[in-house]
């Protein structure tokens, strides 16, 4: 409307100019594109410097991150702080370590035995903890996880406490998991998959739905909207993608214990969402990158070659309680977030 | 033979009980007044069991240990407060579980410098450390006196509460902390206050469990889910849910324990109730907490608000 009365010439420009916002790709939409050709690159960096370490590492981020990403669509979308979410990474894993164990190799068995159950599980247990709210929520979540925690250490005949090792990774046919390098690219594919999965239902009716309820849920459902539906939807869909994750992780490292559904890890994931942004789909991405590379380099901690590395080296733990601790009080929109609005501010 | 048994696991139940009230009393009220949920409680009772084990060896005198167990956690949990917690009044849940996440890693990482990772040993106090004769049942009197100081706690917790002006100041500040700090009240006083206060009961808690538990890093992380399991049974925010959740979670853990693999030997074949019973035993309280809160959300004693 404001254009009518501008010259020719000036409206040119302001087309130009119009134009030229255009083609700029938006600034998520970068670093989304970095990050992902970053990791699809991880292999052949690993295999240039004759480091194979690298790709378990980065497959090993990878899971976590796919698993933060779930967290995140409950989390950061419908505000519902989950601290139990080791619990169906813990699902996934035992899945594919008892079906092994019995024999069953094949790997669409495993995951439909997985995303099945570990579906039907989510949705008993939400069905229970969404009837929480706030801080009785978080509280029920972590003690459901520890309830299923203290069930997997009494499994004697699958390891109990110490956990036990799988015989074989599950048989996907022509891909073969045995090869680290396919292995990886799996693992990728599931996290790019998921993230645009995740982009597309965020951005629905339904994602729309689910931020509404964070912020007003009240408003949402005198809107006429089944606001307890939506939410126990969007805890299932992130419980189903943290069955993945716990499958990918049981078949990277060929074991399975109870410590995957320790509330430690739960406390992990939840530090890994908020570090690299709260409600961005990549923010848990970048969080997972920046924790896990923080706890590597804490844990092989060598600077001075003085007493200083022994101590961080034995009590790197601490050090990430400290990050963790630091995150919460300063960092509001995380790492990921932070860099957004940045960037945002400056094209703008 | 098997009634005598049964008193016994009562007892014992009663006695975990008493030590998860110690710990959720505190707890609830910190959530009730200052709405912060403190994940680090369990670090408190921990670093308690060290203080109390540490000045009990040293010096073998089970006072100076109660004074140093309930001090130094007092003293911890007002340090804790100043640094983290007041910062977290105003910030949504998520941040303060968060927070006190990262305190209990750092807290667990320095009891493992300063004290090992081993469990370090405290003694039974010599006075305590016979038995008491209990309609012929010979029970150990320290257990005996964990109940009593828990007892003696809840009674004087109570007149407290309900019955002074500092007790009236709590109460009005949990219903409305806004409308307390208007009237000229030193609400963050008041907040450090009931901080400490429930700092000090995870440090008694911590001295008295220290003969009967294994003192170690990480100690408090188990008790802190059995507090939190109380919290939600018993309703969040009350002291009467903290009292009644801590007995059912306490007795019903404890005899379930002890009792239900027997039983369920009774009524299944063998193999599978030596394979289920302890599953589901350990299960147990959570199940009990999943059918509270399908039947009652706010718990079994909610807060009257109004």
Not at chain 1, 84 to 100: D, N
Request: glycine content about 12%; overall charge positive.
């Amino acid at each position: 409307m404001v254009d009518t009365t501008l010259t020719p010439a000036a409206s040119a420009a302001h087309a130009a100019a119009a134009g030229a916002a255009r083609w700029r790709p938006a600034p998520h939409l970068c670093v989304a594109g970095l990050l992902l050709a970053g990791l699809a690159l991880v292999p052949l960096f690993s295999l240039w410097l004759g480091q194979s370490f690298y790709v378990t590492l980065v497959s090993r981020i990878m899971i976590l991150a796919l698993a933060a990403v779930g967290l995140n669509l409950v989390m950061g979308y419908g505000a519902l702080v989950s601290f139990g979410h080791a619990l169906y990474i813990g699902v996934g894993a035992y899945v594919v370590g008892i079906l092994s164990f019995h024999g069953i190799a094949n790997g669409w068995v495993h995951l439909a035995v997985a995303l099945v159950g570990g579906g039907a599980l989510a949705a008993l247990v939400g069905l229970v903890c969404l009837r929480a709210q706030g801080v009785a929520f978080i509280m029920i979540t972590l003690a459901f996880a520890q309830m299923f925690y203290f069930l997997a250490v009494s499994l004697k005949a699958y390891g109990g406490d110490d956990g036990f090792a799988i015989a074989a990774r599950s048989d996907f046919g022509v891909v073969d998991l045995n090869n680290s390098v396919t292995l990886y690219y799996v693992i990728f594919a599931a996290l790019a998959g998921t993230l645009f999965c995740l982009h597309r239902l965020v951005h629905a009716r339904f994602g729309m739905v689910l931020q509404g309820c964070r912020s007003n849920e009240r408003r949402m459902r005198a809107l006429g909207f089944p606001t307890g539906q939506v939410k126990l939807t969007a805890y299932v869909i992130s419980a189903l993608v943290c069955v993945l994750a716990g499958m990918l992780l049981a078949n990277l490292t060929r074991f399975v214990s109870p410590s995957y559904m320790h509330w430690l890890l739960s406390g992990d994931l939840v530090v890994i969402v908020v570090l690299g942004g709260l409600g961005t789909l990549l923010g848990p991405v970048v969080g997972a990158v920046l924790w896990l590379v923080m706890e590597e380099a804490l844990s092989s901690f060598h600077l001075t070659g003085g007493p200083l590395d022994e101590l961080v080296r034995t009590h790197w733990l601490g050090v990430a309680g400290f990050v963790a601790l630091v995150v919460a009080l300063a960092l509001k929109h995380g790492v990921y977030g932070a860099l957004v609005a940045r960037f945002e501010g400056r094209s703008s | 033979m098997t009634a005598s048994l049964l008193l016994t696991q009562l007892l014992n139940g009663f006695q975990l009980g008493v030590l998860l009230f110690l710990l959720s009393a505190g707890l609830t009220l910190v959530l009730g007044i200052m709405h912060v949920i403190n994940l680090a409680h369990g670090t408190l009772f921990m670093m308690g069991a060290y203080f109390a084990a540490t000045v009990f060896g040293w010096t073998d005198s089970f006072a100076l240990a109660a004074l140093a167990a309930v001090g130094g956690s007092l003293l911890l949990g007002l340090v804790i407060e100043r640094v983290v917690i007041v910062h977290l009044y105003e910030r949504d849940h998520l941040y303060q579980v968060l927070a006190t996440f990262g305190v209990i890693l750092i807290f667990n990482e320095i009891a493992r410098y300063g004290w090992g990772t081993s469990p370090v040993f405290m003694a039974v106090p010599e006075m305590l450390s016979g038995t008491v004769d209990l309609f012929g049942l010979a029970y150990p009197a320290y257990r005996i006196a964990i109940i009593g100081v828990g007892l003696a706690v809840g009674a004087a917790l109570y007149v407290v509460v309900h019955k002074t002006r500092v007790g009236m100041l709590i109460r009005a500040g949990a219903t409305d902390a806004g409308m307390v700090s208007a009237l000229g009240v030193n609400i963050r006083g008041l907040n450090a206050m009931v901080f400490a206060a429930g700092a000090a009961l995870a440090g008694l808690a911590g001295l008295m469990a220290g003969p009967i538990l294994s003192v170690q890093p990480g100690m408090g992380e188990p008790i802190l889910i059995l507090t939190l399991v109380v919290l939600i049974t018993g309703g969040v925010g009350s002291i009467r849910g903290a009292v009644y959740g801590a007995l059912i979670v306490g007795i019903v853990d404890t005899v379930g324990r002890a009792f239900l693999p027997n039983l369920m030997r009774e009524v299944m074949e063998r193999s599978t109730a030596q394979a289920a019973g302890p599953a589901i035993a350990s299960m147990l309280i959570y199940l009990l907490m999943a059918a509270v809160l399908a039947v009652r959300p706010a718990g079994l004693f909610p807060v009257k608000h109004g």
